[in-house]
T-cell receptor, first 115, second 113 residues
Framework: SAVISQKPSRDICQRGTSLTIQCQVD?????MFWYRQQPGQSLTLIAT?????????ESGFVIDKFPISRPNLTFSTLTVSNMSPEDSSIYLC????????????FGSGTRLTVV | KQEVTQIPAALSVPEGENLVLNCSFT??????LQWFRQDPGKGLTSLLL?????REQTSGRLNASLDKSSGRSTLYIAASQPGDSATYLC????????????FGPGTSLSVIP
């Protein structure tokens, strides 16, 4: 399965600033996924990022708040913009091969605290 | 709409016990089911993947079963160890939408030395 490198692993940010999270995969993948995990909660899908097209956002998530880039088949970034304490969460990227046939692989996560 | 639940929400056992974690899903039209482990503040590590046509998968001390028609999966951990302490999540992928993975809330496991 793919190996994902996610950076940063954690950060403490000031209210109103933005943070960009990077996800690098060791093989080419068609689709990359970004998830949020709020404290004590399970994972919620933010958006699906396809190379060469706009990301598809889930209900409750908008591009202005969570812009995503996908410049090639091995890399993606998620930006959390104009942060507030409610954005304090773990953010995870994920990939699948063969559209889920081999399951999903996750990055190590970014633990974000907004103060 | 697919919903995934996990029972129990938390479990504390003495080292060496065998234990079972349960996962239920409301829509049996799944493509596969995956069990993950998550350590505090970390990402997810895949433990076992069961395709919809399979009944079980085994890896070391772990065994996962799938009863698709009844919407249930169990994760069996044999001879538990303190290092098994973590949150265990099950996730299902829908037959009609491979891109959508629905996660359960997780079971927090604590193995006491």
């Amino acid at each position: 399965s793919a190996v994902i490198s996610q950076k940063p692993s954690r950060d403490i940010c000031q209210r109103g600033t933005s943070l960009t999270i990077q996800c690098q995969v060791d093989s080419q993948v068609t689709m990359m996924f970004w998830y949020r995990q709020q404290p004590g909660q399970s994972l919620t899908l933010i958006a699906t990022a396809n190379q060469g097209s706009e990301a598809t956002y889930e209900s409750g998530f908008v591009i202005d708040k969570f812009p995503i880039s996908r410049p090639n088949l091995t890399f993606s970034t998620l930006t959390v913009s104009n942060m507030s304490p409610e954005d304090s969460s773990i953010y995870l990227c994920s990939v699948s091969s063969l559209r889920g046939v081999h399951g999903y692989t996750f990055g190590s996560g970014t633990r974000l605290t907004v103060v | 709409k697919q919903e995934v639940t996990q029972i129990p929400a938390a479990l504390s056992v003495p080292e060496g016990e065998n234990l079972v974690l349960n996962c239920s899903f409301t829509d049996s039209a799944i493509y596969n089911l995956q069990w993950f482990r998550q350590d505090p503040g970390k990402g997810l590590t895949s433990l076992l993947l069961i395709q919809s046509s399979q009944r079980e998968q085994t890896s070391g001390r772990l065994n996962a079963s799938l009863d698709k028609s009844s919407g249930r999966s169990t994760l069996y951990i044999a001879a538990s160890q303190p290092g098994d302490s973590a949150t265990y999540l099950c996730a299902v992928t829908a037959e009609t939408s491979y891109d959508k993975v629905i996660f359960g809330p997780g079971t927090s496991l604590s193995v006491i030395p």
